[in-house]
């Protein structure tokens, strides 16, 4: 489970921190936006004079040609985080939610950029430099907060794996407690509450989790509650450890 | 004389006829005796069984006690293994790291972001001939087209 899940973490992650380099250099060749071909646009501005027709023109062809590109590139980006969402396998069923919740918006944002792309043709030279910082604009608002929502939704997915060990763990260990009759001993009885109340910190903060990322809130906020969660499954961990050691004592004894 | 009319009689000796039927009921019913037989010597052998069974239970209950019942043990005792126990922990552990990991690559792609601000100054032209061999991300393509 865990082999699957790391590579798709890692493909989520380097989609989420898009705009990085990280996440071009994932990109296959023919998205590569090296910042030669940007220079054509001051080429295309130089090369004549600033109020000719043949600037103007040569400026918007280039211009054009690059948003096109750029659009592209934005699909293909796309497309890899879906394809990595996709992969996401939980037995959790509220996993299984959040997942069937965040699948339109694949559809809802390949749409956005299909339609863009087709509004390239008619730009004018004014229009192409709106089209560039309504986009960039929106990937602001829109994309890149989804997409870091998407890979903590990612992370969370996994740990319920854990999470849901852990609880069987625990109730395994409660149930040998009963069937040795050692319920009556102080000592361990104290021991299964500590896990207990630390088991209970992990579960508060995985619906926290949970909540935050289904109502696209903040996503560090999610990771932070995230990553307590673990904290306390492995000090849950520790509790039951040491139950267990007071446990084969007592029945040595 | 006497004695040959005698022998001669004998022919005519013939059984009773209450011996004959009690005689053929005894033979006919062989088989079913016999199954009869087996059905008892198993019924006896299963109540023997039963009683060994109770009886050891019985034994059980009163020497050790219900809870100690051995056959219950080895699944709680595989439940209280350190080392089982041990494993799922560290496993934990592992997570913990890689989601941190993850955290941290995550901010550190977001805060080295090359700027797409123009750089005026004579320091930057180092800088900008090392990035022009650089791919530009989506979002700083965008930003220069905006501009």
């Given at each position: 489970?865990?082999?699957?899940?790391?590579?798709?973490?890692?493909?989520?992650?380097?989609?989420?921190?898009?705009?990085?380099?990280?996440?071009?250099?994932?990109?296959?060749?023919?998205?590569?936006?090296?910042?030669?071909?940007?220079?054509?646009?001051?080429?295309?501005?130089?090369?004549?004079?600033?109020?000719?027709?043949?600037?103007?023109?040569?400026?918007?062809?280039?211009?054009?040609?690059?948003?096109?590109?750029?659009?592209?590139?934005?699909?293909?980006?796309?497309?890899?985080?879906?394809?990595?969402?996709?992969?996401?396998k939980s037995g959790s069923q509220e996993a299984r939610a959040l997942q069937a919740q965040f699948s339109p918006w694949f559809s809802e944002t390949l749409n956005y950029y299909a339609l863009q792309k087709s509004a390239i043709n008619d730009l004018g030279l004014q229009g192409s430099k709106d089209f560039a910082?309504?986009?960039?604009?929106?990937?602001?608002?829109?994309?890149?907060?989804t997409s870091k929502t998407i890979l903590q939704f990612a992370v969370w997915a996994q740990n319920q794996e854990f999470v849901q060990i852990?609880?069987?763990?625990?109730?395994?260990?409660?149930?040998?407690?009963?069937?040795?009759?050692?319920?009556?001993?102080?000592?361990?009885?104290?021991?299964?509450?500590?896990?207990?109340?630390?088991?209970?910190?992990?579960?508060?903060?995985?619906?926290?989790?949970?909540?935050?990322?289904?109502?696209?809130?903040?996503?560090?906020?999610?990771?932070?509650?995230?990553?307590?969660?673990?904290?306390?499954?492995a000090s849950t961990y520790q509790k039951i450890l040491e139950l267990a050691e007071k446990i084969n004592k007592a029945i040595v004894r | 004389m006497d004695l040959f009319k005698t022998l001669q009689q004998f022919k005519n000796i013939e059984p009773d006829k209450g011996f004959t039927r009690r005689s053929r009921n005894l033979i006919l019913n062989r088989g079913n005796t016999f199954s009869a037989n087996i059905s008892r010597v198993l019924f006896g052998s299963l109540e023997t069984g039963a009683a060994v069974a109770l009886v050891g239970l019985l034994m059980l209950i009163i020497l050790g006690g219900a809870s100690h019942i051995k056959i219950l043990e080895p699944l709680q005792i595989t439940a209280i293994d350190p080392s089982s126990i041990r494993a799922e922990a560290e496993a934990i552990d592992i997570q913990i790291q890689l989601t941190g990991l993850n955290y941290e690559e995550?901010?550190?792609s977001e805060s080295t972001l090359p700027s797409a601000e123009p750089r005026s100054s004579a320091a930057a032209a180092p800088v900008a001939e090392e990035n022009e061999k650089e791919a530009l991300s989506i979002d700083e393509a965008l930003k220069i087209l905006a501009e």
């Open positions: 489970m865990k082999k699957i899940f790391i590579p798709i973490i890692a493909g989520l992650l380097i989609s989420a921190a898009s705009g990085g380099n990280v996440a071009v250099a994932q990109q296959d060749a023919a998205c590569e936006l090296s910042r030669e071909k940007f220079a054509e646009i001051s080429g295309a501005q130089n090369d004549l004079a600033p109020d000719s027709t043949g600037r103007i023109r040569e400026e918007l062809r280039v211009r054009k040609s690059l948003l096109r590109e750029v659009v592209d590139c934005a699909t293909k980006e796309l497309s890899s985080l879906k394809s990595d969402f996709e992969k996401i910082r309504n986009v960039h604009a929106w990937r602001g608002g829109n994309f890149r907060p852990a609880q069987n763990r625990l109730n395994q260990v409660k149930r040998a407690i009963d069937v040795f009759g050692l319920g009556i001993n102080e000592e361990i009885r104290e021991g299964s509450r500590a896990a207990e109340i630390e088991l209970q910190k992990a579960l508060a903060l995985n619906r926290q989790a949970k909540e935050i990322i289904r109502t696209y809130g903040d996503s560090d906020e999610a990771g932070k509650a995230t990553k307590y969660s673990l904290e306390f499954l | 995550s901010a550190v």
